[in-house]
C-alpha cells in the first residue's frame, strides 16, 4: 500500500492517477458546451457591476486604502472612513494582514482595482483546477469545466469576492496531503485562515490525521497572521479583540439583512424562531458525525468532505462561499459516486446553483439544498462507488491507488 495513502505519516511519492476523461453520462463535446454556457451566463452580470457600485468590492478597496492604521480593525472607524469617503457601509472581516494583498489595487481607481481583482480571481480558478486535475485525477479539461461552470465561483468573481483564492489554497492543500506534503498542506492551509472559517476545517483535518508536521507549520503562520496583524493595524497588540469585537456585530447585522443568502445548516436554522445556540449546535452536529470519515477515509476524500463540511456547518456562509464545495464535486467526479447517481446529482445541483443570485426573491439561496444535500449524501456515504450500478471510467483504478473506495 502507498503511504500517502495509507495517512499514517503521509510520506512517500504519490503514483501517477489515470485520468478520468468522461465521468458522466454526458457526451464529451456537450459537456464542454454546457460547461461554456454556464460559464458566459454566469460572468455575464459583471458588465452591469459598474452600475451597482462594484458591489462588495468598495468593502476590500477601503480596506487596502486604511491598511496601517486602526481603521482597518475598528469597525466604527473603518464605515466613519467610508462615510467621509462616499463609499458603501461594510466592514473587513478577514484578518487584518490579508489587507496586505489589496494595498496596491487601493492605490488605484476602484473601477479599475475592481476589474484587475476580477482577472486575478479567474486567473486563481484556472490555476485551482489544474491543482485539481493531479490531486483528483481528472483530465485537465474535465477539471475546468467543472470549475469555470460553477455558479458560485463566478458570481464571486462578477460580485468582488474572493473565494477563487480560497478555492486555490484549499486545492493546493489537498494536492499536498495526497502527495504525502503535510508541511505544504499546512503552508496552504495557513494561508487560508485570512477567513478563518474557510481554514479551520483543514486545519482540523490536520488535527485528525496526525498531521504533526503540517499542524507546526500552521502555528507557525498563526503566529505570522498576528505579527502581520499588528503591521496592518497601525502597531495595535491587541487588535484581536477589537477585530473579534467587530466580527461578532458584523456577523449578526449581515445575518439579519441577508439571511436569504445563507446555504449552510445554522445559517437557516438562524432564520426560525428558535434559541441562536440551537443553530450553533446544528453546525456541530454535522462537524461530530464528520469526524468518522475525516479520520478513516483516504485522504483526498477527507480533505475534500473537510471543505464541504466547513462550508455546511459554518455559522456564516452565502452563496460565494459554497465554491467550496467544488471539492467534493471533483471527488464525485473522480469515481466517488457510482453511476448513474453521478450524473443525477451533479447536473441537479450545476442547474439550481445560478439561483443563488435571486435568493432575494425566492427567499431561499437554492445552494442551499445542494450544500446541505451533498453533506447528507456524504455522510451517509449514501450512492458511493460500488454501491450501485457501473462506477463509470476510471473509478476502479482511482480506487486502487486509494482516491476513492467502497463504503
Known sequence: MNPSRADPAGQGARPKLPLVE?????????????????????????VAAPFYGFHDWPAFWSAGAVLGTSDLTDGNRLLAWQAGHGLPLAV??????????????????????????????????????RSASRAFGLSVPMAVGTTIAWAPLTGAIVIGQNTPVALL???????????????????????????????LPLVGLLALRARWRGLAVVVVMAVAW?????????????????????????MGQDAAVNADKAVSLPGLLARLPIPTVVAVLGGLVIVLLAIPRLVNAPVVEAAAGACLVG?????????Y?????????????????????????????????????????????????VVLGA???????????????????????LRAAGVVRRA
Open 169 to 199: 489554497l484549499a486545492t493546493i492543500a489537498i494536492e499536498a496531503l495526497a502527495a504525502g506534503r503535510s508541511r505544504g498542506a499546512g503552508i496552504a492551509a495557513g494561508l487560508l485562515l485570512y477567513k478563518p472559517t474557510l481554514g
Open 226 to 250: 498576528y505579527l502581520g496583524g499588528m503591521m496592518a493595524s497601525g502597531g495595535d497588540v491587541a487588535w484581536p479583540r477589537t477585530w473579534l469585537g467587530t466580527v461578532l456585530g458584523y
Open 321 to 369: 462561499d459554497a465554491v467550496l464545495i467544488l471539492p467534493i464535486i471533483w471527488w464525485a467526479l473522480a469515481g466517488g459516486i457510482a453511476e448513474p447517481w453521478r450524473t443525477r446529482l451533479i447536473v441537479t445541483g450545476y442547474a439550481l446553483a445560478p439561483f443563488w443570485l435571486i435568493s432575494r426573491q425566492t427567499q431561499l439561496s437554492m445552494l442551499a439544498p
Open 311 to 319: 462550508v455546511a456547518a459554518s455559522p456564516h456562509a452565502w452563496g
Open 375 to 397: 453533506a447528507a449524501i456524504w455522510l451517509t456515504g449514501a450512492w458511493r462507488a460500488g454501491s450501485a450500478g457501473a462506477d463509470g471510467p476510471g473509478a476502479g483504478a
Open 22 to 46: 468522461a465521468p458522466l453520462r454526458i457526451a464529451p463535446g456537450r459537456l464542454r458546451l454546457w460547461a461554456a454556457g454556464l460559464f458566459l451566463i454566469g460572468l455575464a452580470p459583471i
Open 92 to 129: 473587513f472581516p478577514y484578518l487584518p494582514a490579508s489587507a496586505l494583498l489589496l494595498w496596491p489595487l487601493a492605490q488605484l481607481p476602484m473601477a479599475l482595482g475592481f476589474w484587475l481583482w476580477a482577472a486575478a480571481m479567474l486567473g486563481c480558478s484556472l490555476l485551482a483546477a
